[in-house]
């Protein structure tokens, strides 16, 4: 979340923020969140002076303890003394109901002050363009040429069931609509992608692999921003109140959570595999052919933890990191840096890569390389100490897909399609595959 100082020092910048995303509801109420700051100073400024009364109270209240015991004999003075110690006693506890009654208001105060900041979205980086839909972003750059058939290629889904690699329709028996088997060549394959990308993010980039746990703690969620917003999305498991997570990006952001790095272990790179799941994505409407928005999906995930002087750099370099998954793979892509309105809750900034699916004859978003800067650290407590001596501050996060499945599947089968109805295998993968270099039908 956001530093609850930088917001009220920068209203009209927050809210800029909430417009652009379309953040704005009943929780994101910036007047209010002030109220609530002013509500909560104002209760602790009275309590502090009534906790000081009662102090002095009980100071008086121990004096004339000491009298009373001294007038032991003396009828009319122990009567005077007794009623006096009667009268600061109701005193006091008069101060006390009213000091439980103001901490009863701050606690309130604050409660509804975090609310707010827990809805409020981070705010886009100066480099961030202006825009309200995808039409707005830039592409950066581009790679690769369109591949030109000189036959008719076919649709993934047609692919995949000539070539008895996919099932959607066992998938949908099995589980409903959004769901899918891979069966032989084209679930080997998949495994073969994941276990390339993780090999590159080792040996090239220096990402240290996590293999992470697939259900997540409410807290947990919190930390990486998914919780309150995206609460409805998520597959929930009551009994063990756990979520399944949406990407590795969750339970990577909180391998560090409530703990404070040396600067010099920075930064941190991270490599995880896991299963995604996403209630909403194979809802009815488009792209319900296939494997293109499906409930479940693998995918390759990378996280970093840097310092704020060098965000900005490793961010750039992860991009790099997934471009070149890509250009090994041979498939056609650009690098599109996303406007104001098109970028997500959490994220300053934000590159997509998408690849170009030639039957379908259209770019398919498969990375979003993102810079939280210190807004999940702030939400997972999640800090590093200068090597000058400093006090802590907060690391910044990034993460990006490399590289996320089905949507690579769907455009390395496309482009790579043949005549005979085969698909080649990238050469990269052949060793995967224990050599093999096609997909034909059994």
């Not at 100073?41 to 209240?61: F, M, W």
């Not at 600067?263 to 490599?271: D, H, Q, S, W």
């Not at 693998?298 to 992860?318: A, G, I, R």
């Not at 590159?351 to 379908?360: Q, R």
């Given at each position: 979340?956001?530093?609850?100082?930088?917001?009220?020092?920068?209203?009209?910048?927050?809210?800029?923020?909430?417009?652009?995303?379309?953040?704005?509801?009943?929780?994101?109420?910036?007047?209010?969140?002030?109220?609530?700051?002013?509500?909560?100073?104002?209760?602790?400024?009275?309590?502090?002076?009534?906790?000081?009364?009662?102090?002095?109270?009980?100071?008086?209240?121990?004096?004339?303890?000491?009298?009373?015991?001294?007038?032991?004999?003396?009828?009319?003075?122990?009567?005077?003394?007794?009623?006096?110690?009667?009268?600061?006693q109701s005193k006091s506890k008069g101060l006390g109901e009213r000091i439980q009654q103001?901490?009863?208001?701050?606690?309130?105060?604050?409660?509804?002050?975090?609310?707010?900041?827990?809805?409020?979205?981070?705010?886009?980086?100066?480099?961030?363009?202006?825009?309200?839909?995808?039409?707005?972003?830039?592409?950066?750059?581009?790679?690769?040429?369109?591949?030109?058939?000189?036959?008719?290629?076919?649709?993934?889904?047609?692919?995949?069931?000539?070539?008895?690699?996919?099932?959607?329709?066992?998938?949908?028996?099995?589980s409903g609509s959004g769901w899918y088997f891979l069966r032989g060549d084209g679930a080997?394959?998949?495994?073969?992608?994941?276990?390339?990308?993780?090999?590159?993010?080792?040996?090239?980039?220096?990402?240290?692999?996590?293999?992470?746990?697939?259900?997540?703690?409410?807290?947990?969620?919190?930390?990486?921003?998914?919780?309150?917003?995206?609460?409805?999305?998520?597959?929930?498991?009551?009994?063990?109140?756990?979520?399944?997570?949406?990407?590795?990006?969750?339970?990577?952001?909180?391998?560090?959570?409530?703990e404070t790095l040396e600067e010099k272990e920075l930064p941190k790179r991270f490599a995880?595999?896991?299963?995604?799941?996403?209630?909403?994505?194979?809802?009815?409407?488009?792209?319900?052919?296939?494997?293109?928005?499906?409930?479940?999906?693998?995918?390759?995930?990378?996280?970093?933890?840097?310092?704020?002087?060098?965000?900005?750099?490793?961010?750039?370099?992860?991009?790099?990191?997934?471009?070149?998954?890509?250009?090994?793979?041979?498939?056609?892509?650009?690098?599109?840096?996303?406007?104001?309105?098109?970028?997500?809750?959490?994220?300053?900034?934000?590159?997509?890569?998408?690849?170009?699916?030639?039957?379908?004859?259209?770019?398919?978003?498969?990375?979003?390389?993102?810079?939280?800067?210190?807004?999940?650290?702030?939400?997972?407590?999640?800090?590093?100490?200068?090597?000058?001596?400093?006090?802590?501050?907060?690391?910044?996060?990034?993460?990006?897909?490399?590289?996320?499945?089905?949507?690579?599947?769907?455009?390395?089968?496309?482009?790579?399609?043949?005549?005979?109805?085969?698909?080649?295998?990238?050469?990269?993968?052949?060793?995967?595959?224990?050599?093999?270099?096609?997909?034909?039908?059994?």
């Amino acid at each position: 979340m956001l530093d609850l100082k930088f917001v009220l020092a920068n209203i009209d910048l927050v809210q800029k923020s909430i417009d652009d995303k379309r953040a704005g509801n009943e929780h994101t109420d910036l007047k209010r969140l002030a109220e609530f700051e002013e509500t909560r100073k104002r209760v602790i400024l009275e309590s502090e002076k009534l906790k000081a009364e009662r102090n002095k109270l009980s100071k008086e209240i121990g004096g004339l303890m000491g009298q009373s015991k001294a007038a032991v004999g003396d009828a009319a003075k122990l009567a005077v003394v007794t009623a006096d110690i009667a009268n600061l006693q109701s005193k006091s506890k008069g101060l006390g109901e009213r000091i439980q009654q103001l901490e009863a208001e701050q606690t309130a105060a604050e409660n509804g002050r975090d609310e707010i900041l827990s809805w409020v979205p981070n705010v886009c980086h100066a480099s961030v363009p202006e825009g309200k839909t995808p039409e707005d972003n830039k592409v950066v750059r581009s790679w690769g040429t369109e591949t030109k058939f000189d036959f008719k290629p076919k649709a993934h889904f047609e692919l995949g069931a000539e070539l008895g690699i996919l099932d959607t329709e066992r998938g949908g028996k099995v589980s409903g609509s959004g769901w899918y088997f891979l069966r032989g060549d084209g679930a080997r394959l998949e495994r073969a992608i994941v276990s390339w990308c993780l090999d590159v993010h080792r040996t090239r980039n220096g990402y240290e692999e996590l293999f992470a746990p697939f259900f997540v703690s409410e807290k947990t969620l919190f930390g990486s921003g998914q919780f309150p917003k995206f609460r409805e999305q998520m597959y929930y498991a009551d009994a063990d109140n756990l979520y399944a997570i949406p990407t590795a990006e969750v339970p990577l952001t909180a391998f560090h959570r409530d703990e404070t790095l040396e600067e010099k272990e920075l930064p941190k790179r991270f490599a995880g595999y896991s299963a995604c799941f996403r209630r909403e994505a194979g809802a009815a409407g488009s792209d319900t052919r296939g494997i293109l928005r499906v409930h479940q999906f693998n995918k390759v995930e990378m996280l970093k933890l840097t310092t704020p002087q060098t965000s900005y750099d490793e961010h750039e370099k992860m991009v790099e990191n997934a471009e070149y998954l890509l250009q090994q793979l041979g498939l056609q892509y650009r690098v599109v840096l996303l406007c104001r309105g098109d970028l997500s809750f959490g994220a300053a900034k934000c590159y997509d890569i998408e690849v170009f699916a030639p039957v379908a004859n259209r770019w398919l978003e498969v990375s979003s390389v993102s810079n939280f800067e210190d807004y999940q650290a702030r939400r997972s407590n999640l800090r590093y100490r200068p090597t000058d001596g400093g006090k802590p501050q907060y690391v910044h996060t990034l993460n990006g897909s490399g590289l996320p499945l089905p949507r690579i599947m769907v455009a390395l089968w496309e482009v790579n399609q043949q005549a005979d109805g085969t698909i080649k295998i990238p050469k990269v993968l052949h060793k995967y595959m224990d050599g093999q270099s096609q997909i034909r039908k059994k």
